[in-house]
């Protein structure tokens, strides 16, 4: 009765064991002394794009594994006595073999991780307020907001690419400063 999840659960624990055995770091890197800020700011730019493929990664893998793990306790909840019996052997030795939801904390605590290199490593990117003179050409826009919902986004995307993101005096930190500006609601802090 619960083949199908134990089945899906496998393969997510073999997916999820793989990326936690190939964890990836992202620390902050050291400014050389040639080095100009804008070389500088975009190799912490590279390093958050990086972080933030592997943060998806991982958060989907989370979810899965989650999802997974509660349609089969949904499913042997609503078993019958001799039922629920003999699923309880067979839950007790997949979660022997496969010790899916410890792994799936070791996931949420890579997570963790992952959100506070990120915070780090957009801590050093200069805010918006401490631009140099260099851009006060830039004439003062109302620049459009993003709340994260996903029905808005495109429009939002549009606006912010045609007042910011095709601005080739720009660079690419700089521009990342503006779009976190842009970001407002409980899912960007």
């Known amino acids: 009765m619960s083949q199908a999840f134990r089945t899906e659960l496998q393969g997510l624990f073999q997916d999820a064991t793989f990326a936690l055995e190939n964890t990836?770091?992202?620390?902050?890197?050291?400014?050389?002394?040639?080095?100009?800020?804008?070389?500088?700011?975009?190799?912490?730019?590279?390093?958050?794009?990086d972080?933030?493929?592997?943060n998806q990664n991982i958060c989907e893998l989370t979810d899965?594994?989650?999802?997974?793990?509660?349609n089969w306790m949904?499913?042997?909840?609503?078993?019958?006595?001799?039922?629920?019996?003999?699923?309880?052997?067979?839950?007790?030795?997949?979660?022997?073999?496969?010790?899916?939801i410890e792994t799936l904390n070791h996931l949420k605590q890579y997570k963790r991780q992952l959100r506070s290199a990120q915070k780090i490593l957009e801590g050093a990117l200069p805010s918006v307020s401490s631009q140099s003179a260099?851009?006060?050409?830039?004439?003062?826009?109302?620049?459009?907001?993003?709340?994260?919902?996903?029905?808005?986004?495109?429009?939002?995307w549009n606006q912010f690419n045609a007042s910011i993101?095709?601005?080739?005096?720009?660079?690419?930190?700089?521009?990342?400063?503006?779009?976190?500006?842009?970001?407002s609601g409980p899912r960007f802090p």
Not at 51 to 54: P, R
Not at 74 to 100: H, K
Not at 165 to 183: E, F, N, R, W
Request: neutral net charge; glycine residues 4%.
């Open 74 to 100: 949904s499913l042997r909840s609503s078993m019958t006595g001799p039922e629920r019996l003999a699923d309880n052997t067979v839950f007790d030795q997949f979660v022997a073999q496969y010790p899916y």
């Open 51 to 54: 972080l933030c493929l592997e």
């Open 64 to 70: 899965d594994l989650s999802h997974t793990h509660n």
């Open 165 to 183: 993101g095709k601005l080739s005096t720009l660079s690419d930190a700089v521009k990342l400063s503006y779009l976190k500006s842009c970001l």
């Open 24 to 49: 990836k770091h992202f620390a902050l890197p050291i400014k050389g002394p040639t080095q100009s800020d804008n070389h500088f700011y975009e190799s912490i730019n590279a390093l958050l794009s």
């Open 134 to 156: 260099s851009h006060a050409h830039i004439p003062r826009m109302a620049l459009p907001t993003f709340n994260g919902k996903s029905a808005e986004f495109l429009s939002f």
